[in-house]
């Protein structure tokens, strides 16, 4: 087929050139004596990402599931109890993994479409009077359903009842991309991988500890090797790593740090916010369509689940989205399998690029009988766009 494919997954997305240009690099030693200069202040940087001074960032070459384990294994000890809500496939998934690690998992279902009932985790705290509860594993935004969670609100259920659990946040379709500010919200571990909002290949799993947090690696004793960051922790303060790394991973993730510090991230938050709004005027008002997230306080701003009516498949436009048009759309996982298609409309994105998401979405819904009006979804979208749009530069 003529054309490039247009990616509007949410994650992998996609990789800006100069990111995929500097990561074009021949095999390096990277145990050489001038390795630091790359390690060292990229280190000191990614925790600007995760918008902390007092936290410790690390570079692990694995994947956001091994995030999970990273935050977990570092932490807690056998037979530890957590709390977790599930609401999507990747809080379902956080907890699958804490169970198979040996850890006492609470968890309690909450409507997929919904995100942490506040009034519940306070009553849940309360009720903890001897702290059993060692950590609360929270799914910031949930990928499956376009849900996002107020992390501070959450920080502010746990200082008002006193409870020391570690705040655990699962960042994968957030950090670089929605507001998160790490220190500010007392957040003890975050983790995101490298494919979603900081705009490069999948392979890096990227996590954040509080000296909080740091601190409990001394007591905890779930198995680890790996993901060891005592390790990670004696080779980073001389700029090396304990194992080999993906020298063109390095590369990538300090032009994808420039180009987001460069944008400013307060910026990087509102550009994603003003081209999620518009994905959802095509949605509500253009199409006349439903969001799997059953209130605008839940509204995600990197990835749009839209419901398609009943007596419809979303697999089928999705197939007919990537076969007739070229267009990858993402899937309904786990319980919204058929019910949803989702738009990614996360990391290296603008109005245009976007537009052609809702097009094609668009096209695929009418080819398999879906009554949308034609144009409908793209001028919803384009009068907000351009009604919001930045003024010109002199």
């Known amino acids: 087929m003529a054309g490039r494919n247009h990616l509007y997954v949410p994650g992998p997305t996609n990789v800006p050139d100069s990111v995929l240009s500097a990561m074009h690099v021949p095999m390096e030693d990277h145990r050489a004596p001038d390795f630091p200069k790359l390690v060292k202040p990229l280190l000191e940087d990614l925790k600007k990402i995760f918008r902390t001074e007092t936290g410790q960032a690390f570079i692990f070459q694995a994947t956001g599931t091994a995030g999970w384990e990273v935050a977990m294994c570092n932490t807690l000890s056998p037979g530890d109890k957590v709390l977790s809500y599930r609401f999507g496939q990747f809080s379902h998934l956080w907890i ?31 009720q903890d009077a001897n702290h059993e509860i060692k950590a609360l594993l929270i799914c910031h935004n949930e990928t499956a359903t376009g849900v996002t969670n107020d992390l501070k609100a959450i920080r502010d259920v746990l200082d008002r009842t006193g409870h020391p659990a570690l705040f655990m946040i699962d960042g994968v379709s957030s950090i670089g991309s929605i507001e998160f500010r790490m220190d500010d919200w007392g957040i003890d571990v975050a983790l995101t991988g490298s494919q979603k909002g ?11 500890f509080s000296q909080k947090a740091l601190e409990k690696r001394h007591e ?12 990670q922790i004696q080779a980073n303060k001389d700029g090396y790593f304990p194992y080999t790394p993906s020298t063109p991973m390095l590369h990538g993730l300090r032009k994808a740090i420039d180009l987001m510090l460069e944008e400013g991230l307060d910026n990087v938050y509102a550009r994603h916010h003003r081209l999620a709004e518009g994905v959802r005027r095509a949605v509500l008002d253009g199409w ?77 819904m009418r080819d398999v009988g879906i009554d949308v009006k034609p144009g409908s979804g793209i001028t919803a979208a384009m009068e907000y766009w351009r009604d919001t749009a930045p003024p010109l530069e002199a």
């Not at 699958?96 to 919904?114: F, I, N, T």
């Not at 905890?220 to 390790?231: K, M």
């Not at 786990?334 to 949803?340: H, P, T, Y």
């Not at 109005?351 to 096209?363: F, P, R």
């Open 96 to 126: 699958q993994s804490a169970r198979r690690m040996g850890l006492d998992v609470e968890y309690h279902e909450v409507p997929w479409g919904e995100g942490v009932p506040l009034d519940h985790l306070e009553q849940r705290l309360r």
């Open 198 to 208: 900081m705009m490069l290949p999948a392979g890096n799993a990227y996590v954040c």
């Open 220 to 231: 905890a004793r779930l198995p680890r090797n790996f993901l060891n960051i005592e390790d």
């Open 288 to 364: 006349g369509l439903e969001l799997c997230a059953r209130d605008p306080k839940w509204y995600s701003d990197t990835v749009s689940a839209i419901v398609v009516p009943e007596g419809f498949d979303a697999r089928d436009v999705m197939k007919v989205a990537y076969y007739r048009y070229n267009l990858s759309l993402g899937g309904g996982l786990s319980e919204v399998a058929g019910k949803v298609f989702r738009i990614g409309h996360l990391g290296d994105v603008n109005e245009l690029m976007l537009a052609s998401a809702i097009v094609g979405a668009e096209m695929a």
